[in-house]
């Protein structure tokens, strides 16, 4: 008994004996038929819901309430644009803090070309243990006198 088989010399060509083409093309008939009819069906169920949706009168009547702080913004870049505005504003311009007390506030540019003029205040700590266990000094009051 003897098998007659025929291999190609070269390797090209496939397995014939164990693969059914026509069972690979009706199983992919099949899954393309199935999907159809479920997308049928899912629209025909959006319709149904659509056509049968009546919102309740009273939610429409209801005003509505706005919810406390903080609040999901619809343009929160309009509001950065508007934050940065002020800010800038505020750190390039001079006004009255607190008139009566005479406090001003000055630019920012302004404010660090005064404070390297004047310096900043130091004190030498290693030097000076007791300074955080001082108590403060009592306001000099200006006007009275010691003298009798």
């Known amino acids: 008994m003897e098998h007659d088989t025929h291999h190609p010399t070269n390797g090209v060509g496939h397995e014939t004996t164990e693969v059914s083409v026509r069972v690979i093309v009706f199983s992919l008939i099949a899954l ?7 997308s049928i069906l899912v629209i025909g169920i959006f319709q149904y819901f659509h056509s049968t949706y009546r919102p309740d009168q009273a939610a429409k009547e209801t005003p509505q309430v ?16 508007t934050v940065k505005a002020r800010e800038d504003h505020i750190l390039s311009s001079y006004a009255w803090v607190d008139q009566k007390q005479g406090t001003v506030r000055v630019p920012i540019d302004r404010a660090i070309d005064m404070l390297t ?11 000076d243990v007791e300074a955080g266990r001082k108590p ?11 003298a009798k």
Do not use: C, T
């Not at 393309?32 to 479920?38: Q, T």
């Not at 003029?117 to 030097?127: A, E, I, N, V, W």
């Open 117 to 127: 003029q004047k310096g900043l205040p130091s004190h030498d700590y290693l030097q």
């Open 136 to 146: 403060p000094m009592p306001a000099k009051q200006q006007g009275s006198s010691n």
């Open 66 to 81: 706005i919810p406390p702080e903080p609040r999901v913004e619809d343009r929160p870049w309009e509001q950065l644009v």
């Open 32 to 38: 393309l038929i199935g999907a159809f009819l479920v």
